[in-house]
């Protein structure tokens, strides 16, 4: 059991249980001639939404796993971290004309097994008003490290506070486009953050950190990233690859993950405009957005690249889209821009 809890810990968790509504798909036909009633109705539930059910799936057949979350661990196992752990972890923010939304779900093979969500996720605002940029963070726990679970849920905030000591270095280096001061940095912050948290060999995980400056004037984001997982971008009903061409290795490094396995931290500059829609997620939703039947990306596209962004529980339900074969944690963060 890890020890040394921060008191926050048990505090900062969204609760599980999140539900969501659609608008019907069918419309049942009026009676005609209308009928005056008898007496004046009472005013009616509202008839035009339904549960949603279980989250949709592609492929002929679902997955064998049941869709939604079983046993968990107990108080009594011995990590008092993992039995608080929540199954569903779901958080959102707008600020200026970006618009965020985040879920982070445990996969069906932990439901299945009763283990607890080794992702986590972090969604905040960084640096001073004049240098702001939204942080967006996201981490898998690796499954053979037995503390993973706490050394995720720890490297995603104490990345956060070690990347706002660097906001102002940060935000000039963004806004010059000098990728080398931009990857110093990244390579400081990150690795002052697994020695302020105190990262174990046990808690290994992989980390991703998305800055996006809330000055709409700076088009250049920033992705920092160690392990598998990363960045997607839509663009024209189309997912792609946000890490720059002939470097493959942000998307392909299944053996690196924080503490000590990784070479060094990658970072890259992209740029983005209002109407493109940035996806940030662990490999639980990249994988299955990168396999050879399209129908899950698709899906995905059609949810996400509507005039209309999704509400949390809208956006939680449609990250649940299943797959066969990949039941693994799922963590997701989109960012969508207005234009001007």
Known sequence: MPGGYPADAYYAMSPAGVTSEEPASRVEAEAWPPQTPAHPPAPAERTDDVPRGAPEHVGHRPPSYPPHPLSRPSMRDGDVFAALTPAVLLDGARVGRVTVRA??????????????????????????????????????????????????????????????????????ALSAQDEGELRGIANKAIVGAVGEARIAEDEATTLHVLLVPTNADVRERVVFSVGDGGLFVLRGGRWEHGNPAGDSSLLDTRTEALPHAYRSVKSFLLRTEPGEVLLLGTDGITNPLTQKDPEFALRLAHAWGGPEIPSLSDFVWQAQTRAKSYDDDRTVICVWEEGA
């Open 103 to 172: 879920a982070s779900v445990r996969g069906d093979s932990h439901n299945w097994e009763g283990t607890c969500r080794q992702d986590a996720m972090t969604v905040t605002r960084i640096g001073p008003p004049d240098a702001e940029m939204l942080l967006l963070a996201v981490a898998d726990g690796l499954g053979s490290a037995k503390s993973s679970h706490f050394g995720s849920y720890r490297m995603t905030r104490q990345a956060a506070i070690k990347l706002d000591q660097e906001a102002e270095s940060i935000f000039a």
